[in-house]
């Protein structure tokens, strides 16, 4: 199975600046099929992206996704107090469709 | 609205049976796959299957294969998931999700959360 793995393991921020994620996969990521999740305390996750690029709807594009291959990244161009949360990536290219272990994604 | 309702929290002891479910609504049940991920405490989540309930097409993570079973009931819109003998590993929160594009869980259930100990 493919596995992911996400960097860093936390992120410490301050609203207003830029976050960048970071997901890099085993082996190559079937036709670009790489999703984006975030989960709030107590919340169910959320699709923020898929297919590497897409924003899932009612998604603000401050969230942007990019990558190819292996290497896929997650930006958040400018941090609200709401964006503060644990962030997966997921491939759905092969079976089984594996999450990485999350980004935590913490206010400075 | 698509929706999805989950059974409520479960309590149970090593060695029971447990099927927990998912009820959507909102959109033709039996033409989209729905996922089950679990989440233990305090950790991410996990694949571990998705069901296509118009013909019961089943797939699972090797993780997961022989210790769940998944099915669903389209005549309910319903989706399932099943221990026939818990752990105490099983703990954890176990949400539902229908696709939304590709394979890709867009619309999630509350989570069930099952808690197993003697």
């Known amino acids: 199975e493919i596995v992911l793995t996400q960097s860093p393991g936390t992120l410490s921020l301050s609203p207003g600046e830029r976050a960048t994620l970071s997901c890099r996969a085993s082996q190559s990521v079937s036709s670009g099929y790489l999703a984006w999740y975030q989960q709030k305390p107590g919340q169910a996750p959320r699709l923020l992206i898929y297919?590497?690029?897409s924003r899932a709807t009612g998604i603000p594009d401050r969230f942007s996704g990019s990558g190819s291959g292996t290497d896929f990244t997650l930006t958040i161009s400018r941090l609200e107090p709401e964006d503060f949360a644990v962030y997966y990536c997921?491939?759905?290219?092969?079976?089984?469709?594996?999450f990485g272990q999350g980004t935590k994604l913490e206010i400075k | 609205e698509v929706q999805l309702v989950q059974s409520g929290s479960e309590m149970k002891k090593p060695g029971e049976s447990l099927k927990i479910s998912c009820k959507a609504s909102g959109y033709y049940f039996a033409t989209y796959w729905i996922g089950w991920v679990r989440q233990m405490p305090g950790k991410g989540l996990e694949w571990m299957g998705i069901?296509?309930?118009?013909?019961?097409?089943?797939r699972y993570s090797p993780s997961f294969e022989g210790q769940v079973t998944i099915s669903a009931d389209k005549s309910i819109n319903t989706a399932y998931l099943q221990w026939s003998s818990l752990k105490a590993s099983d703990t954890a929160l176990y949400y539902c999700a229908r696709v939304f594009s590709g394979w890709t869980l867009g619309y999630w259930g509350q989570g069930t959360l099952v808690t197993v100990s003697s």
């Open positions: 997921q491939q759905y290219g092969t079976s089984p469709y594996t």
């Open positions: 069901i296509f309930p118009a013909d019961s097409d089943t």
């Open positions: 297919g590497t690029s």
